[in-house]
């Protein structure tokens, strides 16, 4: 399972994200601190872009200074049904049938509730803050007209919270039967520079109106779309209902008109650079950069 996540620094303020498979690691090898963590994001509940989400908070928690500001963790509300089966089962199993599709908080406060014995005990033992506090989850509300069956209608951006530093905005993406996933916009107003994130996607509109003009365009790739590509180990359809091809990637940034497009979240990860930006640049003549973990971008 590999993991995606982002952290973006400004001035002495951390913003993650996505919190994927090693993402704490890459975090603390980057030389952040949990104390500098400001907001988390979550694009969506897949596995590979959460699974290291409450890792921060156990160990960062453990270290963070006392009184520190809880952290404000924006990221998808419950997604409202269950989609049938794509792969032939009449009847697939449900995992607690009573709540089978809870959003991040919900998620979160499942999360405290399995970890209560050890974190009692470091409060006891070490004079730890309790770490229910230092998570301060919103659920992202998603503009009317969407549901778990009409997952990313055509919209504008929608203002998601703005601070001192920064402005994010927010659209739906298509990512197969997942709902809501987003992408999101950062826009550093007294820098005048903007990051856009695509979360994971097909070829999107949204995308595509959320990231105009952006200074930097991290976007997820599959080389291909065709299943043969990867020896049909996906179900019939999977990537072309879920990803955004190379080819697709270079098309999106053009339209947008972004300045930089950094290559996030790909596979195949052992192709050379210059495959994928042959591919891309088939439809985009902008910098290309293909990502590597702990790679830093200054801007």
């Known amino acids: 399972m590999t993991g995606i996540s982002s952290a973006l620094k400004i001035g002495d303020d951390v913003y993650q994200i996505d919190c994927g498979l090693g993402s704490l690691n890459a975090f603390t090898n980057a030389g952040l601190r949990f104390d500098a963590l400001k907001s988390m994001f979550i694009t969506h509940l897949h596995t590979?872009?959460?699974?290291?989400?409450?890792?921060?908070?156990?160990?960062?928690?453990?270290?963070?200074?006392?009184?520190?500001?809880?952290?404000?963790?924006?990221?998808?509300?419950?997604?409202?049904?269950?989609?049938?089966?794509?792969?032939?089962?009449?009847?697939?199993?449900?995992?607690?049938?009573?709540?089978?599709?809870p959003g991040l908080a919900a998620t979160t406060a499942a999360l405290q509730q399995a970890f209560a014995y050890t974190n009692n005990i470091f409060i006891r033992d070490m004079g730890t803050d309790d770490i229910q506090a230092l998570a301060d989850v919103v659920e992202i509300a998603v503009p009317p007209g969407s549901d778990y069956l009409n997952r990313s209608p055509v919209m504008e951006p929608f203002t998601v919270m703005s601070d001192d530093n920064v402005t994010v905005t927010a659209t739906l993406v298509s990512h197969y039967d997942v709902y809501p996933a987003f992408a999101f916009r950062f826009d550093i107003a007294r820098l005048g520079f903007s990051v856009t994130f695509s979360g994971d996607t097909t070829k999107s509109d949204n995308v595509i109106r959320l990231a105009r003009d952006t200074d930097i365009l991290v976007h997820e790739a599959e080389f291909s779309l065709d299943d043969s590509y990867y020896g049909n180990r996906f179900p019939p359809d999977y990537l072309v209902n879920s990803h955004t091809s190379a080819e697709q990637v270079g098309e999106v940034a053009a339209a947008a008109n972004a300045r930089h497009v950094v290559l996030s979240h790909y596979d195949p990860t052992n192709l050379p650079d210059a495959e994928w930006q042959a591919a891309i640049g088939k439809n985009y003549s902008g910098k290309v950069t293909v990502a590597r973990d702990g790679q830093v971008f200054a801007f």
Do not use: E, M
């Open 48 to 101: 590979d872009h959460i699974v290291d989400y409450f890792s921060f908070f156990l160990s960062g928690g453990y270290t963070a200074s006392k009184g520190k500001a809880p952290v404000t963790v924006y990221g998808p509300g419950p997604a409202g049904g269950l989609p049938p089966s794509r792969v032939g089962n009449a009847a697939p199993a449900t995992i607690d049938p009573q709540n089978p599709t």
